[in-house]
């Protein structure tokens, strides 16, 4: 179930940014509202059995939200172009906040109002239908109704052709010249100067070249830190978090169950501060914060394996912690693309990249299968035999 959760985003991300061009954005926001408006759909009224075509059911619905959700992040953060860093900021405070509020409204319903998992999902199957009505009567439509479009599909908005009425969020950015970035570093002058542009005469392959130049570009600076944070990140998650566990005696728990669900929602919460936060702090380093985490997923192995931390609540605190190394290089990885790539690549950069947080996401998904299992036998042959209770 969890690789059906993934991997069609993954896939999604990974050959849609070349060809995804040809289909506007307000036919992809129709398109995959109603995706996932059916992938809900699916599971919601599937039987309540266990037999082998409801599950069959079940998965096609979660694959159908994995494909939706895939194709609207590298959709919507291609729109990020167009609408300048506040609209950066506000997709990374929204993103932190959907795991928030998508775990709370469920506890609510279920929980405090009582309702069934089947009317809680019927309901909220409604949701999608708000990111049409929020692109068609709330988001301002003039910069993409007034773009050229290149025969490549990833154009930037020349604020000049806008109507002097047009209200719109400024995006006019600081001067730069045809190969500068917005920060004038040479660097990235010198290497926009090597991407390559596509004319409008160009074929589909020429095109389909010039874009795989411009991902392979992204790969080191961009690509690379946020598959390393979300591989460690997720395998914490998925594979590590389930063993950490403690007597419950030493908790504030009363039952084991509660401590993963704790731990999620400790973790989410760091997500939504660190994406939240990008407008007021910027982290240019990539590399350094992924790294980071890549500690914290060793140091939360080596306590599931030899328990050495000394309670609960530092595990609170690093898991903490590790939401806010995750979130930060999530919505820097995107901030410094939308300033140092040049703005005629920057649409195209915006949609490739997020192919990395998919990817890590299901690397950490095959190594977790392991992870857990491995770590949960381990502690069942030491004397804690924690994670076999429920």
């Known amino acids: 179930m969890l690789l ?32 996932s408006v059916c992938g809900m759909l699916l599971i919601a009224l599937s039987p309540n059995s266990q037999d082998g075509a409801t599950i069959a059911v079940r998965m096609v619905g979660v694959m159908l939200a994995s494909l939706s959700c895939g194709g609207g992040e590298l959709s919507f953060l291609g729109l990020v172009h167009y609408y300048g860093h506040f609209a950066l900021a506000a997709w990374g405070s929204g993103t932190g906040a959907a795991g928030l509020i998508g775990a709370g409204l469920y506890l609510v319903t279920t929980t405090w109002i009582g309702l069934s998992e089947r009317t809680s999902l019927l309901a909220f199957s409604l949701l999608p239908l708000v990111m049409v009505v929020s692109f068609f009567l709330v988001l301002p439509l003039d910069p993409l109704k007034n773009s050229t479009i290149k025969a490549d599909g990833y154009e930037r908005v020349n604020s000049a052709e806008l109507p002097d009425n047009t209200n719109t969020i400024d995006i006019d950015e600081p001067p730069f010249s045809e190969h500068e970035g917005l920060l004038g570093d040479p660097e990235s002058s010198s290497a926009a100067a090597a991407t390559p542009k596509t004319s409008t005469s160009s074929s589909f392959w020429t095109q389909l070249k010039a874009n795989l130049t411009r991902a392979r570009s992204l790969f080191i600076p961009y690509m690379v830190p946020l598959l390393i944070v979300y591989i460690a990140e997720y395998t914490i998650n998925q594979g590590v978090a389930p063993t950490l566990l403690f007597p419950l005696d030493r908790t504030p728990f009363r039952e084991y169950r509660s401590f993963y669900p704790t731990y999620n929602a400790i973790y989410q919460s760091g997500v939504f501060v660190s994406r939240t936060s990008v407008a007021v702090l910027r982290v240019r380093q990539l590399y350094a914060p992924s790294l980071l985490q890549v500690a914290n997923l060793a140091l939360l192995a080596a306590h599931a394996a030899w328990d050495f931390l000394p309670s609960v609540w530092v595990v609170f605190a690093v898991v903490f912690w590790e939401g806010l190394l995750g979130g930060l290089v999530y919505v820097n990885t995107f901030a410094e693309i939308s300033e140092r790539v040049p703005p005629d690549d920057r649409e195209f950069s915006l949609s490739a990249t997020t192919v990395s947080d998919s990817g890590g996401i299901c690397i950490a998904g095959v190594l977790s299968m392991a992870v857990e299992v491995g770590l949960c036998r381990w502690q069942v042959r030491h004397g804690r035999d924690y994670c076999t209770r429920t």
């Not at 050959?15 to 109603?34: C, D, E, F, G, Q």
């Open 4 to 35: 059906a959760d993934v991997v069609p985003g993954f896939t999604t991300k990974l050959v849609a940014p070349y060809v995804v061009h040809v289909v506007p954005y307000n036919v992809r926001v129709i398109a995959l509202a109603a995706i």
